[in-house]
């Protein structure tokens, strides 16, 4: 055993992988609400937010709400009843429908398609965007073409061609929903993300590009759909001198106080995404040299660089396994692997992170349906796939890791990340 990388001395500082860069106005509207005693779920940074957040995703409409996962559940909601027409109470709006949904993605992506009772079949990621693969979903079609719901997700702000996406869903009738949580501000062709879906979900979630500290939003070009979900989001109240009540609804609006930190966040969405894109370029240029390549950037696309992630070739691996809660390695000269480089960003009180962990590797996914381009499968575990079937996502989860992204990191910062992941490869 041999260590590496042992005098780098540690951050006084924490590293975070991203953290809220704040900026003044924030706390303007935060004390223009309680000036106006607006303390409540309603009042003008709602509705300003509310503008804002449209225009900037090229929408028409936004519905503000506490987060992106509920943002996300009216979205699926609003999805399901439009196919499948309203649910009994008790039934969830996609009883028992499969759902062809991104595989290496957060959770909340599609935590709400099994609230609202559905299936997730998860379609596999392409190596050359790592987002949702098309190919893919075209298999997924063919396997079931009588799916009508599709839940895709841009990841780390990267986006893939969610305009492929969109024209074969469009092809076999069925409805896409972008979760563009991670993606504000990008664009592909010059449209923004988050206006590709037929309903689109952003978050400000305290790590993301800009923040509320949390909140989200509903997108849609379709007033109907956003005044139901206005509806919905407030207890779903019919316009009556009472309570009166024709259909379950939800607490999920946004504070007004939340939405007078985004509405400070919004002007400095561009600078944030300037200081990512120069953490990702920076990042690039060290590594030259090195086994690895930095997360792709797709032709036509302008990610927001929200998080700088890489990965490492194949044959610079060094021997890594993972069960589902712990991680070995045996150390290598010449070679590295995430769970080293991650001990190492670590080890000078900097914050890295795995891959986000594909859904089908998922203890709770495990017999759920997995379609990639040669096949589909179930995958019980991280070891076996169906015969044939070759799994980028596993892939791209077992070499790569999320590197430290925060604005505030100086490039002197920077270039001790780099040294340290530099000296995992000696
Ligand atoms: C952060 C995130 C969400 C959830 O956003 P919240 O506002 O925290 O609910 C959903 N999907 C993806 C891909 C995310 O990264």
Known sequence: MFIKNKDIKPFEKKVWLASPTMHGDELKWMTDAFEKNWMTTAGDNVNELEKIAAESAQMKYAVALCNCTAALHLCVKLAGEKLYGKPMIGHGALEGKRVFCSDMTFDATLNPVVYEGGIPVFIDTEASSWNMDSVALEKAFELYPDVKLVVCAELYGFPGRIDIIKSICEKHGALLIEDAAEAMGATLNGKQCGSFGDYSAVSYNGNKIITGSSGGCLLTNDIEVANKARKWSTQAREAAAWYQHEEVGYNYRISNVVAG?????????????????????????????????????????????????????????????????????????????????????????????????????????????????????????????????????????????????DNKMTPEIQDKVIEIIRGCFE
């Open 261 to 405: 930190v985004v509405r400070g966040q919004y002007p400095y969405l561009s600078e944030h995404i300037a200081q990512k894109k120069a953490i990702y370029e920076r990042y690039k240029e060290g590594f030259k040299g090195l086994p690895l390549t930095m997360n792709p950037i797709v032709d036509g696309t302008v990610p927001n660089y929200w998080l700088s992630a890489c990965i490492i070739d194949k044959d610079a691996m060094c021997k890594q396994v993972r069960d589902d809660k712990t991680a070995l390695y045996i150390p290598e000269h010449g070679k590295s692997c995430p769970t080293e480089i991650l001990e190492a960003i670590s080890s000078i009180n900097a914050e890295g992170r795995p891959i986000w962990k594909p859904m089908h590797m998922q203890p709770m996914y495990r017999m759920h349906e997995f379609i990639t381009q040669t096949g589909s499968g179930r995958a019980k575990t991280n070891a076996y796939i169906k015969g044939g079937v070759e799994d980028i996502g596993a892939d791209i989860f077992d070499r790569g890791l999320c590197l430290p992204s």
